[in-house]
């Protein structure tokens, strides 16, 4: 059956640095849109970053210059690099994945468990 299974999550300081990973297993990962959501406590799940099969990135603007997505086909990885974290960024990242080539209007199919990023102070 289809896995998303996210990890690389944890607590860090205003400023520092986190990189989470998503492997997918059961899953035509290579053609598919991919990306990052997060939900803070209180507040809706929001994109934060997406890629479609050939790389190309999109970004909210929050996270604009700070964070990096990336896939590695060969893998089935997918991953998310964020920098200059701030308090704001605090949320559960979600691995999602949309059974599609491009990520145009985003509908995901499929979600991971969550990873938990905490950034203090």
């Known amino acids: 059956q289809v896995q998303l299974v996210e990890s690389g999550g944890g607590s860090v300081q205003s400023g520092g640095s986190l990189s989470l990973s998503c492997v997918a297993s059961?899953?035509?990962?290579?053609?598919?849109?991919m990306g990052w959501f997060r939900q803070a406590p209180g507040k809706e799940r929001e994109r934060v970053a997406t890629?479609?099969?050939?790389?190309?990135?999109s970004y909210a603007d929050s996270v604009k210059g700070r964070f990096t997505i990336s896939r590695d086909n060969a893998k089935n990885t997918l991953y998310l690099q964020m920098n200059s974290l701030k308090p704001e960024d605090t949320a559960m990242y979600y691995c999602?994945?949309?059974?599609?080539?491009?990520?145009?209007?985003?509908?995901?199919?499929?979600w991971g468990q969550g990873t938990q990023v905490t950034v203090t102070s």
């Open positions: 059961g899953y035509r990962y290579n053609n598919y849109c």
């Open positions: 890629i479609n099969t050939s790389g190309s990135t």
């Open positions: 999602a994945g949309a059974r599609r080539l491009s990520c145009a209007n985003m509908v995901v199919n499929d």
